[in-house]
């Protein structure tokens, strides 16, 4: 297992530096320990969990989670917003 990750691209140790300064008091280590995982946890919680684990959801009998859930269409869709 490594112990020294050199990373020599002036954009990245400036991104690195940055975050750094912001988020951990100056430890670079723990800035980029921090960012991988973020990165690992996002990648973890990405997909539905429909179907993940089999009967975690109950739907009501005739309920249609296909169908929208406002009666009415949003001042967006029908560019209502733009008259007023």
Not at 10 to 24: F, N, Q, W, Y
Not at 35 to 51: D, H, I, N, P, Q
Request: aromatic fraction near 2%; hydrophobic fraction near 45%; proline fraction near 5%.
């Amino acid at each position: 297992m490594a112990n020294v990750v050199t990373i020599n691209r002036p954009d990245v140790v400036a991104l690195i530096e940055r975050a750094a300064d912001e988020l951990t008091h100056g430890n670079k280590t723990e800035a980029v320990a921090l960012a991988v995982r973020r990165l690992l946890e996002a990648e973890a919680r990405a997909g539905s969990l429909f179907g993940a684990h089999p009967g975690s959801v109950r739907v009501r009998e005739g309920v249609d989670l296909t169908e929208p859930a406002l009666d009415i269409a949003p001042d967006a869709e029908t560019g209502r917003e733009v008259e007023r």
